[in-house]
């Protein structure tokens, strides 16, 4: 008996073997669940062929969530695959070099505003874009890395990851009514592609190195999926608006 029988999840985020969500998706087709991916532009067909690398294909809709017309004909675009949904994973982000990578004094708001709109913003756009597809018990979760402390080279990332608990708590808030979690898991660094775009990201790896007393690899994608799927579960029934660390336990350590 999988943990996730029966559940239908949209999976946003998959863009190589490499991605958290490429993981998770992996993870919840083995607990049971129907796997619906998205995937954005030109690596739309780069999406495409994810899914098909997945134990049981996944059918991928194309969803950019800054393009308000996507934003609006998810849900149609999802029941064609699926008749409702259990669980939504946000696992996007982006922000231009110009602002991270020891940026944060001279980044401008045009480029600090692409990187909260996709990374902090959207979290509450997918979530009411497939809010008429969710159903009572159905599970939100994001992906962010710890935004209450300021990090060697993250900067605006940064602030917009402080900015996206934010949009977790009020989502919160506001779907608590209708049976609906919303939950972040805070992950240590993984070299996926955009960690990799993030200028001095070893700074990062250095931090875990020195500080987790769990250790840490930053090469695995797994332990940062398997609480995502476990979100995703019934298993945390009563848990809204958190933030569940998965890093080696480097948010409990003094300097
Ligand atoms: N890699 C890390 O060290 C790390 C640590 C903590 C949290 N996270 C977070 O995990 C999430 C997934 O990132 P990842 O590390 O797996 O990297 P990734 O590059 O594999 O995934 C990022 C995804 O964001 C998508 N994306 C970017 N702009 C988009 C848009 N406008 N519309 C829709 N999708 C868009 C990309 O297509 C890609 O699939 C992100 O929120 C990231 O900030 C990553």
Redesign the pocket.
């Not at 490499?18 to 490429?22: T, W």
């Not at 946000?90 to 982006?94: A, C, K, L, T």
């Given at each position: 008996m999988g943990m996730l029988d029966g559940k239908n999840i949209l999976v946003?985020?998959?863009?190589?073997e490499?991605?958290?969500?490429?993981e998770v998706a992996r993870l919840c087709q083995e607990q049971g669940a129907t796997v619906v991916l998205?995937?954005?532009?030109r690596?739309l067909k780069i999406?495409q062929a994810m899914g098909r690398r997945l134990p049981v294909e996944a059918p991928v809709v194309e969803?950019?969530?800054?393009d308000a017309e996507h934003l609006a004909a998810l849900a149609d675009k999802v029941r064609e695959h699926v008749p409702h949904l259990d669980g939504v994973v946000?696992?996007?982000?982006?922000a231009p070099q110009s602002v991270m990578g020891g940026n944060f004094m001279s980044g401008e708001w045009e480029d600090v505003s692409t990187a909260v709109h996709?990374?902090s913003y959207?979290l509450k756009a997918l979530a009411q874009a497939a809010l008429p597809l969710m159903v009572k018990g159905s599970s939100i979760v994001?992906?962010?890395?710890d935004g209450r402390f300021a990090w060697p080279v993250y900067d605006w990332?940064g602030v917009a990851?402080a900015a996206m608990e934010a949009v977790n708590r009020y989502l919160a808030r506001d779907l608590g009514q209708h049976g609906i979690r919303a939950n972040l898991v805070?992950?240590?660094?993984?070299?996926?592609?955009?960690?990799k775009?993030i200028p001095g990201?070893e700074q990062?790896e250095g931090v875990w190195a020195d500080r987790a007393p769990l250790g840490w690899d930053?090469s695995a994608?797994v332990p940062?999926a398997r609480t995502v799927t476990a979100l995703l579960s019934d298993w945390f029934p009563a848990t809204t608006g958190e933030m569940i660390h998965v890093d080696g336990g480097v948010h409990a350590m003094g300097q």
């Open positions: 946003t985020g998959v863009l190589t490499g991605s958290i969500a490429f998205t995937g954005v532009g690596s999406t969803l950019d969530v800054t946000h696992s996007i982000g982006f996709i990374s959207s994001g992906l962010t890395f990332m990851k805070s992950a240590g660094p993984i070299k996926t592609t955009a960690a775009h990201f990062m930053s994608t940062t």
